[in-house]
């Protein structure tokens, strides 16, 4: 009966270990391989009449994007509306997988504006959008992936697949989107602020501990 009770409490102890692995999610980036990024890899895009440092700010590892809605475009000669963003070089791509990380705050009154895109389709000029609305961030219009997001920090994860045309995304470690991109195309990761349709006045984001991954 002892070595009954012995066996029954230890096959019960590894049921349990099994089931509390089981509920663990796996993390956005396993499987994943970290590429390696530097300030090199950060183009500044903003208000091609405006001083970087009245948009732009780098500081103790925060990047601070501002943009106004009577803002330039970031060139002379573009149609496109205004945005202070970060264009990430050296790692374009037009087929793998591939991962963007990164942690954002936006403080109240931000809306009418895209913070983070997968650039590039093959009949869109982009293949994802994530955009903030009235304290909710969105994928383009919807659905909405995060409520009551202002004045907080959320870790900010984008799968892109070109070969599957595929788009997830993550919010602190929780899917949020699974769906259909745009094709394929010459792509690249921005992060910002972007105006969109309803802008208010003053948009601002703020992005810290930047990373890009490659499943091989």
């Known amino acids: 009966m002892v070595y009954q009770s012995i066996f ?17 999610a796996s ?30 700010t780098f500081s103790n590892g925060v990047h601070r994007f501002i943009v106004y809605n009577t803002d330039k475009p970031h060139t002379s000669t573009s149609q496109t509306k205004p945005r202070t963003e970060i264009r990430i070089t050296g790692y374009d791509y037009t087929s793998g997988v591939w991962q963007f990380e ?29 955009r903030v609305y009235s304290g909710s961030l969105t994928h383009y ?15 900010f994860n984008v799968i892109h697949d070109v070969g599957a045309n ?12 699974n769906g259909n991109g745009r094709g394929a195309g010459l792509h690249y990761f921005k992060f910002g602020v972007y105006a969109q349709d309803g ?18």
């Not at 096959?11 to 349990?16: H, N, Q, R, T």
């Not at 956005?28 to 500044?44: A, H």
């Not at 595929?166 to 989107?177: H, L, R, Y």
Request: aromatic share 16%.
């Open 102 to 130: 990164g942690y954002f705050y936006v403080p109240s009154g931000t809306t009418g504006v895209c913070i983070q895109q997968v650039f590039g389709g093959a009949t869109h000029a982009t293949t994802s959008q994530s």
């Open 199 to 216: 802008a208010s006045y003053r948009m601002e984001s703020q992005w810290r501990d930047i990373k890009l991954f490659r499943r091989y």
């Open 27 to 56: 993390d956005p980036t396993d499987g994943f391989t970290r590429l390696q990024l530097s300030s090199s890899n950060f183009q500044v895009q903003r208000p091609y009449d405006v001083p970087q440092d009245q948009r732009y």
């Open 141 to 155: 219009l919807s659905p909405t992936l995060e409520q009551n997001i202002y004045n907080k920090w959320y870790r």
């Open 166 to 177: 595929n788009v997830k995304i993550f919010i602190n470690g929780v899917q949020k989107f």
């Open 8 to 24: 029954h409490q230890t096959f019960l102890s590894f049921l349990l270990c099994i089931t509390t692995l089981s509920l663990v």
